[in-house]
């Protein structure tokens, strides 16, 4: 296992102080929570008498916690005599959220494990089903084709809809006026093109070949 610096604080720190536990450099570094938010931190502040004509001397200081949760915000007082008391507590906080922190990150790793190790068995079945890596691929393809083809059928509903309806209303085959099924298979050849097709082509196409390149790394 590495080994995890956790950093502390010491009575000849500067303060005002504060430290982010996932800046850069910092043991939760790593740490997976919401972008917006501004979590696992502590800062120290000085508290300074006050009188009409303005700020005086520090008479202690405020600490300021906030965990792995907004919740977790915890604010705590400490006088100049305490100042042994305020790093004890400071470190011991540190310590106690860099240990949930990495829990944390451990069990978001295990999740993406899990859910890497479920997408392989999926793509393997794909595999296996298809006939092969080749086969799986031009699969791919036509699946992206097929939406396509669903796009160009909506593209004209209302006439594709009314021709299903006279079909199964008088026992007859479909047909579709020559003007309506021109412009289906016009939307059909766009659409094989389209944002959308050509992003569920890819992002499987990707897929596959991360996968196989998964396999061949863990093969050597």
Known sequence: MAQINIPSININTPIPYTLQLRGSGQPLEGLRVPAWSQL??????????????????????????????????????????????????????????????????????????EIERQRNERIAKQIETAGGVEARRQEIVRDGYELAAKDAMQYESAEVYAAIIAALTHSTPIVLDEKVRDRILAKYESSKTNWGVSRYIDERTQELDNYLGNTKTEAA
């Open 40 to 113: 696992a931190f502590v800062k120290i502040t000085e508290n300074r008498q006050r009188w009409s004509g303005g700020v005086g001397e520090v008479i202690g200081y405020n600490v300021t916690t906030i965990g792995l949760s907004p919740q977790t915000k915890r604010q705590k007082d400490f006088n100049l005599r305490e100042r042994a008391d305020m790093v004890k507590f400071v470190n011991d906080w540190i310590a106690k959220t860099v240990a949930a922190g990495l829990k944390k990150m451990a069990e978001d790793q295990a999740n993406r494990n």
